[in-house]
C-alpha cells in the first residue's frame, strides 16, 4: 500500500506558476512510475503528466507539454509537477498517481492521492 500526498495546490493569476509536490510513504517509491492527473469541473479525469522510477522517461499531455514541468526526487520519496505560464484552462483539482507501468491510462495506476485544488484567474 502506498499512500499519497499532494500540495502546493491554490489561486494563481493567469501566467503564473505553481509547484505542485506529492510525497510517498512508502519505501519502495523508488520502484514506481509516478502521474499526474487533473479533473476539471464536469470533466472527466485527465492525464497530465509522467515519470518513470529513475526519471529516464517522461510524458506530457499536449495541452501541458512546454510549460509543465514532472520531476521526482527519490530520497525523499516526492514527486513534483513545475507548472508554468499558467492558463484559465488549467483550473482543475491535481492528483498525483503510481503505477508499474508507464501509462496515460488511468486504469493502470494503482494508488491515488486526495488532490489538490488549482484555481488561475484571467
Known amino acids: 500500500q502506498v499512500q499519497l500526498v499532494e500540495s502546493g495546490g491554490g489561486l494563481v493569476q493567469a501566467g503564473g506558476s505553481l509547484r505542485l509536490a506529492c510525497s510517498a510513504s512508502?519505501?519502495?517509491?523508488?520502484?514506481?512510475?509516478m502521474g499526474w492527473f487533473r479533473r476539471a469541473p464536469g470533466m472527466d479525469r485527465e492525464f497530465v503528466a509522467s515519470?518513470?522510477?529513475?526519471?529516464?522517461?517522461?510524458n506530457y499531455a499536449d495541452s501541458v507539454k512546454g510549460r509543465f514541468t514532472i520531476s521526482r526526487d527519490n530520497a525523499k520519496n516526492t514527486v513534483y509537477l513545475q507548472m508554468n505560464s499558467l492558463k484559465p484552462e488549467d483550473t482543475a483539482v491535481y492528483y498525483c498517481?503510481?503505477?508499474?507501468?508507464?501509462?496515460?491510462?488511468?486504469?493502470?495506476?494503482?494508488?491515488w492521492g486526495q488532490g489538490t485544488q488549482v484555481s488561475v484567474s484571467s
Open positions: 512508502a519505501g519502495t517509491f523508488s520502484a514506481y512510475v
Open positions: 515519470i518513470s522510477s529513475l526519471s529516464r522517461v517522461t
Open positions: 498517481a503510481a503505477s508499474q507501468v508507464i501509462s496515460r491510462n488511468t486504469n493502470n495506476y494503482l494508488y
